[in-house]
Antibody, heavy 121, light 107 residues
Framework: EVHLVESGGDFVQVGGSLRLSCATS????????VDWVRQAPGGTLEWIGR??????????EYAAPVRGRFIISRDDSTNSVFLEIKYPKVEDTAMYFC????????????WGQGTQVTVSS | DVQLTQSPSFLSASVGDSITLTCRAS??????LAWFQQRPGKALKLVIQ???TLQSGVPSSFSGGGSGTEFTLTISYLRPEDFATYYC?????????FGQGTRLDIK
């Protein structure tokens, strides 16, 4: 069974830093890209970015609002993906989800249940 | 960026009803559209991909249609577990974008 489990969400102050993890199991990790998506308190979903697998050089894509502050990485030895949030802002407060898509399809077919990040000033 | 506008934002219906949700794209995205279901406190669940392909395990009461800029999600017979919030999402181009959601409540 496919599982994605996010962790690392916390209360953090503006200007701090945070690292979220996405632990995966139940599928061939190398065959999939992993995306991060966040959901603001009002329910709006916002795509953050994507990391491709080894076959695609671990390349990444980011949404403009987070480019330069958020860094996505992956560890194929532990089937995990990470989201580093630098200099968080109050508007980064959200539930953060990871999801997978088979390489080349871009269909986000499985999701985790999320981890909450709250940024205070 | 591709803007997705869902309508209605809120819908109240009864078990057994048939309902249709709409998602409009700000530019032609072909059939690069997915629909997701989100129940409170649960992970998002892929319902429809490529505008009309039913995801494995999803009841056949769900169907998707459309192409270009106008898309629909129809649930032909509402069951209690179908009451949730539904989001459309485009994967035609970066950045990937989502609609604002339609909340489906039981009447």
């Amino acid at each position: 069974e496919v599982h994605l489990v996010e962790s690392g969400g916390d209360f953090v102050q503006v200007g701090g830093s945070l690292r979220l993890s996405c632990a995966t199991s139940g599928f061939v990790f190398n065959d999939y890209y992993v995306d991060w998506v966040r959901q603001a308190p009002g329910g709006t979903l916002e795509w953050i970015g994507r990391i491709r697998g080894k076959a695609n050089g671990y390349t990444t894509e980011y949404a403009a609002p987070v480019r330069g502050r958020f860094i996505i990485s992956r560890d194929d030895s532990t089937n995990s993906v990470f989201l580093e949030i630098k200099y968080p802002k109050v508007e980064d407060t959200a539930m953060y989800f990871c999801s997978r898509s088979r390489a080349g399809t871009y269909v986000l077919d499985s999701w985790g249940q999320g981890t909450q990040v709250t940024v205070s000033s | 960026d591709v803007q997705l506008t869902q309508s209605p934002s809120f819908l109240s219906a009864s078990v057994g009803d048939s309902i249709t949700l709409t998602c409009r794209a700000s530019q032609d995205i072909g059939t690069a559209l997915a629909w997701f279901q989100q129940r409170p406190g649960k992970a998002l669940k892929l319902v429809i991909q490529s505008a009309s392909t039913l995801q494995s395990g999803v009841p056949s009461s769900f169907s998707g249609g459309g192409s270009g800029t106008e898309f629909t999600l129809t649930i032909s017979y509402l069951r209690p577990e179908d009451f949730a919030t539904y989001y459309c999402q485009q994967m035609k181009e970066y950045p990937i974008t989502f609609g604002q959601g339609t909340r489906l409540d039981i009447k």
